[in-house]
């Protein structure tokens, strides 16, 4: 049977807590009601400056921009996804966002999607997991993935993306879910995921995405790291 999240009384559960500088923050499930607003943060935060986005323009193209944002509410739709909370003078803000759902063995992943340039993104992250095929390495049916984390540009910094993915693990060990893996294409996520123990099994330089045909720079040197964690 297919995973699914059953959401119950019980959620959205905290998975994190914490006061820095006057600020409480909270990393907890997703709830419904604020899945449109997580959309309008990634939109806003990572379409602009993740790194396979922002070399396809993906801002400048209205179609891929609808594609992702159909993409991201149909995956946060699944109830897997994690977020962290600001409180401050009696305020509450959403300040990041991780869109997890379940990659299961011998599941292929379909990616209905609207524009050429967002399918650039899509066809580069399916090429890389096909090279590196996680969950054989890690010797699990199923891990948690990811389709997107990002930080508001206001709370960079403060390394809420090492706590947002540390906070897998209690939400994984939870559901009875072994171990995570992610496509890390910047460098500051890259080092986010290795203080929160994350190793890479796979690197590639964006340049063998035009290798293999994709619109992408054929002399970009940077590495796009596919990197796991364990729990069991």
């Given at each position: 049977?297919?995973?699914?999240?059953?959401?119950?009384?019980?959620?959205?559960?905290?998975?994190?807590?914490?006061?820095?500088?006057?600020?409480?923050?909270?990393?907890?499930?997703?709830?419904?009601?604020?899945?449109?607003?997580?959309?309008?943060?990634?939109?806003?935060?990572?379409?602009?400056?993740?790194?396979?986005?922002?070399?396809?323009?993906?801002?400048?193209?209205p179609a891929s921009m609808?594609?992702?944002?159909?993409l991201w509410r149909n995956?946060?739709?699944?109830?897997?996804?994690?977020?962290?909370?600001?409180?401050?003078?009696?305020?509450?803000?959403?300040?990041?966002?991780?869109?997890?759902?379940?990659?299961?063995?011998?599941?292929?992943?379909?990616?209905?999607?609207?524009?050429?340039?967002?399918?650039?993104?899509?066809?580069?992250?399916?090429?890389?997991?096909?090279?590196?095929?996680?969950?054989e390495y890690l010797g699990?049916?199923?891990?948690?993935?990811?389709?997107?984390?990002?930080?508001?540009?206001?709370?960079?910094?403060?390394?809420?993306?090492?706590?947002?993915?540390?906070?897998?693990?209690?939400?994984?060990?939870?559901?009875?879910?072994?171990?995570?893996?992610?496509?890390?294409?910047?460098?500051?996520?890259?080092?986010?995921?290795?203080?929160?123990?994350?190793?890479?099994?796979?690197?590639?330089?964006?340049?063998?995405?035009?290798?293999?045909?994709?619109?992408?720079?054929?002399?970009?040197?940077?590495?796009?790291?596919?990197?796991?964690?364990?729990?069991?």
């Open positions: 049977m297919p995973f699914e999240r059953v959401w119950d009384e019980t959620c959205p559960r905290i998975w994190d807590q914490w006061q820095a500088d006057g600020t409480r923050y909270t990393i907890q499930d997703l709830p419904p009601e604020d899945d449109e607003e997580a959309v309008k943060v990634l939109l806003e935060n990572l379409a602009t400056d993740e790194v396979l986005c922002k070399l396809q323009g993906l801002v400048d193209d609808r594609g992702m944002a159909a995956s946060v739709a699944l109830r897997m996804s994690l977020a962290c909370y600001a409180e401050r003078d009696g305020a509450r803000q959403l300040v990041a966002v991780n869109v997890c759902l379940v990659k299961e063995k011998g599941v292929e992943p379909q990616y209905d999607f609207e524009g050429e340039k967002y399918k650039n993104v899509l066809d580069a992250v399916v090429h890389s997991e096909k090279k590196a095929n996680p969950l699990l049916d199923k891990a948690l993935a990811a389709l997107g984390l990002t930080v508001v540009r206001e709370y960079r910094g403060a390394k809420l993306g090492s706590r947002i993915l540390s906070a897998r693990e209690p939400l994984c060990r939870a559901l009875g879910i072994g171990g995570t893996t992610t496509i890390f294409t910047g460098i500051a996520a890259q080092k986010s995921a290795a203080r929160s123990g994350f190793h890479s099994i796979y690197e590639n330089p964006i340049k063998e995405y035009a290798d293999v045909g994709l619109d992408y720079p054929k002399d970009d040197e940077r590495v796009v790291k596919i990197m796991v964690k364990k729990y069991v």
